[in-house]
């Protein structure tokens, strides 16, 4: 809110939790789910000075709490689930409405030794965030959420077993101005709570779809707008809980229906000057594509890098196996290596002149779902604009156009996480040069065990398919 203040030090700390006796806290795991506890004010307050142990199997197990088929270097039997350290960030400060107004914090995590933990959501990100600042850049951003409702509790789900699920409103009908009325207390307490969470959104409104809405959350910088994307998440599904109301973030709940996105704006602004460094001051008459005209070196290498390196990075962006579900030929859901300006089919959309004001100039990726982590999804997009940033990359693909084929511009992207695995863990991957050995290991380690657990399942449509028939 306008006038909150986040406390800078313990005394200013102290101070704002003066008539409280309880805070919660919160880390976000190699999923993008929030793992925290409530803890006594005494406690909290000592933990603010030293940090805290917490159980180091967020990063042993998956989404479903069960250990992965093989040991992550982080956490396993091996060594006990040992404790790693929770750091208290006082600049996260938030109060929860739907819970009272508990005061609320994220933490992030160091390992044993007290260095940073590497696959920690929030420090992976703020890590390219600090190499961008030390080249005289803020990275910016904002971030654009569809999902589905459905008018279920978890017991329901349960029962159901996901299947012949009630839409909260039936057929399709995208910005609407009536459907929000059949659901208006949930609907406006979403956009009402998430501004009392220091969670502002830009808009919120029906999208295509049964039940679908759509956020644009505020733009702010890169480091803040994930925390915020991983809050507002918590938000809709906090606030549906009161009205018998289950939100969805999966990719593709139905197969007959579009995807659900996360469409990620991104912008770097000089720390010097506060202009967007994506702004060309003059149109370049030279420039290799008319698209580019109005596009800075900086962003168009910046462009280049993340272009070239989306084919190895996969896993960042769509991270399940219901993710690929959405990739499909024939639909607004890109899955070829490509760029145009603004182009809503390619996977990386580039806005700015002369459609948009030069101070609007930014890069849409429009590759993830609304099931991507938004803290290793930033990272990585930034991650690669920075090695075309270091490495002077130009384009090398051409812009999507009216006239082009999809097809023939560039690579296919991977049709599964199978597959986006292995390109992102091989030796040569960009994923490696970018986001480091360590991390990669250890990331491919989760997204092969989902891709296990999927081939041990047998599922409703083998049933439906084989029980009888065969």
């Known amino acids: 809110m306008a006038d909150f203040k986040a406390p800078t030090n313990l005394e200013e700390l102290d101070a704002q939790l003066a008539n409280d006796r309880r ?12 793992r925290g506890k409530v ?6 307050l000592s933990a603010a000075k030293t940090g805290f ?8 197990w998956d989404i479903v709490d ?32 739907w819970e009272g107004n508990i005061p609320f914090f994220l933490v992030s995590f160091n390992g044993a030794d007290g260095k940073p933990l590497s696959v920690c959501p929030r420090t992976l990100l703020r890590s390219v965030v600090d190499k961008f600042r030390d080249l005289g850049y803020e990275p910016m951003s904002g971030i654009e959420y569809e999902f589905f409702q459905f008018k279920e509790t978890a017991h329901s789900l349960a029962e159901k077993k996901g299947v012949d699920l009630q839409a909260l409103t039936p057929g399709m009908f995208g910005y609407s101005i009536t459907r929000p009325s059949l659901n208006q207390e949930y609907f406006y307490k979403i956009f009402d709570q998430c501004e009392e969470l220091r969670c502002d959104l830009e808009g919120l409104h029906t999208e295509t779809g049964p039940g679908v809405y759509e956020a644009a959350l505020a733009y702010t910088t890169a480091s803040e707008i994930a925390d915020r994307a991983t809050l507002f998440k918590l938000a809709c599904k906090n606030i549906g809980v009161q009205y018998g109301i289950t939100p969805s973030f999966m990719a593709k709940p139905y197969a007959n229906q579009p995807g659900t996105s996360g469409h990620t704006h991104v912008s770097l602004v000089d ?10 001051d003059e149109e370049d008459p030279n420039a290799p594509y008319a698209d580019i005209r109005h596009l800075s070196d900086v962003g168009r290498h910046f462009l280049a890098g993340v272009v070239e390196g989306l084919p190895d990075v996969m896993p960042m962006f769509c991270p399940t196996i219901n993710s690929y579900k959405r990739l499909v030929e024939g639909v607004w859901a ?19 002149p002369p459609t948009a004001s030069p101070k609007a100039t930014r890069i849409e990726f429009r590759v993830p779902g609304a099931d991507m982590h938004p803290h290793y999804a930033l990272a990585t997009i930034l991650a690669l604009g920075l090695r075309g940033i270091e490495k002077k990359l130009e384009l090398n693909i051409p812009p999507l156009d009216e006239k082009s084929s999809r097809e023939f511009l560039g690579a296919r992207l991977a049709k599964n996480l199978r597959t986006a695995t292995e390109l992102f863990k091989r030796k040569e991957s960009i994923a490696r040069e970018v986001l480091g050995d360590e991390f990669v290991d250890h990331y491919a380690l989760t997204r092969e065990h989902e891709c296990k657990v999927f081939d041990e399942a047998v599922t409703d449509w083998e049933l439906k398919r084989y029980l009888e028939m065969v």
Request: net charge positive; with cysteine; aromatic share 12%.
């Open 334 to 352: 890109p899955v070829t290596q490509s760029w145009g300006f603004e182009n809503r089919v390619a996977s990386v959309r580039l806005i700015g």
């Open 271 to 280: 720390m010097k000057t506060g202009k967007n460094a994506f702004t060309r």
């Open 23 to 34: 805070i919660k806290v919160a880390g976000i795991d190699a999923d993008g789910v929030l």
């Open 66 to 97: 069960a250990n992965y088929y093989r040991d992550s270097a982080f956490s396993h039997a091996g060594n006990g689930f040992a404790d790693i350290e929770a750091v208290i960030d006082l600049s996260s400060f938030r109060r929860i409405p």
């Open 39 to 44: 803890m006594s004010k005494e406690k909290f």
């Open 53 to 60: 142990g917490f159980c180091s199997v967020i990063f042993g």
